[in-house]
């Protein structure tokens, strides 16, 4: 495999990760917010305890989906990233092609 490639798959791969990493530390955020937002108007404390409960499930198994992804990613990284350098590089060819 070309270094290049193998260089423009790598930086794909980061991306993508540093993208999914961000996206879930903004979806913890809101979550927070969301939680905190909604038991100031919680009529009573198990009202609150359910919504504590339903925002960490819902954070907890968003983060695993996010971990699972990361893992497959990275053992599937030629098969996922391959095509897409490819036709980047017909892409810039055709449009190479058309001036």
């Given at each position: 495999?070309?270094a290049?490639?193998?260089?423009?798959?790598?930086?794909?791969?980061r991306?993508?990760?540093?993208?999914?990493?961000?996206?879930?530390?903004?979806?913890?955020?809101?979550?927070?917010?969301?939680f905190?937002?909604?038991?100031?108007?919680?009529?009573?404390?198990?009202i609150?305890?359910?919504l504590?409960?339903?925002?960490l499930?819902?954070?907890?198994?968003?983060?695993?989906?996010?971990?699972a992804?990361?893992?497959r990613y990275a053992?599937?990284?030629?098969?996922?990233?391959?095509p897409?350098?490819?036709?980047l590089?017909q892409?810039?060819?055709?449009?190479?092609?058309?001036?």
């Open positions: 495999m070309p290049s490639l193998d260089s423009r798959m790598a930086a794909l791969a991306r993508d990760r540093i993208l999914a990493i961000t996206f879930t530390l903004l979806m913890w955020v809101v979550l927070v917010f969301v905190f937002a909604a038991t100031s108007v919680a009529p009573t404390p198990a609150t305890v359910v504590a409960v339903a925002t499930l819902l954070g907890l198994f968003n983060t695993a989906s996010l971990l992804l990361l893992k053992a599937n990284r030629d098969l996922i990233y391959r897409d350098v490819m036709h590089d892409l810039r060819a055709a449009r190479g092609k058309q001036d």
